[in-house]
């Protein structure tokens, strides 16, 4: 299931929060004028970091490696480090 349709679910469902990954941030991610140009950005429009919808939170990790070829340019490999809390 893309992460699109997984988190849109999710969100239905009434959950806080989606931890997804690892996209490789899309391995090839160009970044003109502010706007990011990424092979993955085709499949779904959740490359990497938070997002926000509906009161739901989706995080997508860009993970450490690669797929096909040992390249990564403009998606800087990534190891995420949460802290959960428990709200009042």
């Given at each position: 299931?893309?992460?699109?349709?997984?988190?849109?679910?999710?969100?239905?469902?009434?959950?806080?929060?989606?931890?997804?990954?690892?996209?490789?941030?899309?391995?090839?991610?160009?970044?003109?004028?502010?706007?990011?140009?990424?092979?993955?950005?085709?499949?779904?429009?959740?490359?990497?970091?938070?997002?926000?919808?509906?009161?739901?939170?989706?995080y997508v990790n860009r993970g450490i490696g690669t797929t096909i070829l040992p390249i990564r340019l403009?998606?800087?490999?990534?190891?995420?480090?949460?802290?959960?809390?428990?709200?009042?």
């Amino acid at each position: 299931m893309p992460v699109s349709a997984g988190f849109d679910w999710a969100v239905e469902q009434g959950f806080d929060l989606v931890l997804a990954g690892d996209s490789h941030g899309g391995q090839l991610s160009l970044n003109f004028l502010k706007r990011r140009i990424s092979f993955y950005g085709l499949y779904t429009p959740y490359v990497s970091g938070l997002y926000e919808k509906s009161g739901g939170q989706l995080y997508v990790n860009r993970g450490i490696g690669t797929t096909i070829l040992p390249i990564r340019l403009g998606a800087r490999p990534e190891i995420t480090v949460f802290e959960l809390t428990r709200g009042s």
